[in-house]
């Protein structure tokens, strides 16, 4: 009976403990101050790298949807593994940033306004 008491005893410490830690956890939360309201969504801009503009003004002259290649031969880039893949990490990384839309697998276009 002793050893379960001593054992409750020791539980009941370390939950003490750990309810010490959140109260100050919570009085050091409430203290910070709150982040002001963004006006707009917060998404990063295009890329410096002018490859970036040339996709982007060859989507708004085809007004349609592009694939890689596509893009490639609108952009005079030989249709080399390298080049397409080149372009299509460079569109992937404007549709992370919500830039383009990839309205299927392999398939981006402008988001419609």
């Given at each position: 009976?002793?050893?379960g008491?001593?054992?409750?005893?020791?539980?009941?410490?370390?939950i003490d403990?750990?309810?010490?830690n959140?109260?100050?956890?919570?009085?050091?939360?409430l203290?910070?101050?709150?982040p002001?309201?963004?006006?707009?969504p917060?998404?990063?801009?295009?890329?410096?790298?002018?490859?970036?503009?040339q996709?982007l003004?060859?989507?708004a002259?085809?007004?349609?949807?592009m694939r890689a290649?596509d893009?490639?031969?609108?952009?005079?880039?030989?249709?080399?593994?390298?080049?397409?893949?080149?372009?299509?990490?460079?569109?992937?990384?404007?549709?992370?940033?919500?830039?383009?839309?990839?309205t299927?697998?392999?398939?981006?276009?402008?988001?419609?306004?």
């Amino acid at each position: 009976m002793r050893a379960g008491i001593e054992e409750l005893t020791r539980q009941l410490g370390e939950i003490d403990a750990e309810s010490q830690n959140l109260r100050i956890t919570r009085k050091t939360l409430l203290t910070l101050p709150l982040p002001s309201p963004a006006t707009g969504p917060d998404r990063p801009g295009i890329p410096d790298h002018p490859a970036y503009q040339q996709i982007l003004t060859a989507l708004a002259h085809a007004g349609r949807p592009m694939r890689a290649r596509d893009l490639c031969q609108a952009l005079d880039l030989p249709i080399l593994p390298k080049n397409t893949e080149g372009i299509r990490s460079k569109l992937k990384r404007l549709v992370s940033r919500g830039i383009l839309v990839e309205t299927e697998p392999g398939l981006f276009a402008r988001p419609e306004a």
